[in-house]
């Protein structure tokens, strides 16, 4: 046999897996968003060094138990969410079982309760709204009330953000004539952005109602 032959008798080696491209794009805008977040952060401490007894007062209106089962509330949601990707990456876009079975829950049902949990928690968060400006802390009341307002809103607008999304992507899913590996990056990504925004906001946590 000649050199030649032996190279078209030769095995086709697969090329190299290659990263999502959509994955890496939605990696590199969130790390984007983690820096804006970061300039919140430090415009929160700013503002607390420059008026430490305004901060001692203002905290202690704060409502901590009723923040905490808020928070246990959008951290659960993130569970929800990663059940409803492993459905998503086995290509379940529905149940297979009965509707309280949830071991047979494909992606719509998890990504259904993950916006229900979602919503209550942007829900409670206006809620809270409304009983801080009974008690005198508003937007443009002190520098406390600005610094509260924009971090723990931005964050709102985030989740809220993320609520739409879910929404997209389950009705994608609804009319999709075959949910395929397209669908399923869709919900992917969509639970990396979901994650990043219950990070941050275990960070606004700890930082606003504990580090008093």
């Keep these: 046999m000649t050199t030649a032959t032996h190279a078209l008798n030769a ?16 990696v590199v805008w969130l790390a984007s968003e983690l820096m804006f977040f970061a300039a919140l952060f430090a415009m929160y401490f700013t503002l607390r060094a420059a008026s430490p007894e305004m901060w001692a007062t203002e905290t202690d209106k704060l409502n901590v138990p009723f923040a905490l089962i808020n928070t246990i509330i959008l951290v659960s949601s993130s569970f929800s969410c990663q059940f409803g990707v492993f459905a998503a990456e086995n290509l379940q876009p529905r149940r297979t079982g009965g509707m309280w079975n949830m071991k047979k829950w494909g992606m719509i049902e998890w990504f259904i309760l993950t916006f229900i949990l979602g919503a209550i928690f942007v829900s409670v968060q206006a809620y809270e709204y409304t009983e ?6 508003a937007l443009d009341s002190n520098p406390y009330g600005s610094a509260f307002y924009m971090t723990t809103g931005f964050h709102g607008l985030h989740v809220t953000g993320g609520l739409i999304a879910f929404l997209l992507i389950i009705g994608r899913a609804y009319i999709a004539k075959k949910f395929g590996h397209f669908e399923a990056t869709s919900a992917i990504v969509t639970s990396y952005y979901w994650h990043f925004v219950d990070v941050v906001w275990i ?10």
């Design 11 to 26: 095995p086709v080696h697969a090329a190299p897996n290659r990263p999502n491209m959509v994955s890496v794009g939605t």
């Design 132 to 137: 801080l400006v009974h008690h005198g802390i």
């Design 203 to 212: 960070a606004l946590f700890a930082i606003i109602y504990f580090l008093k």
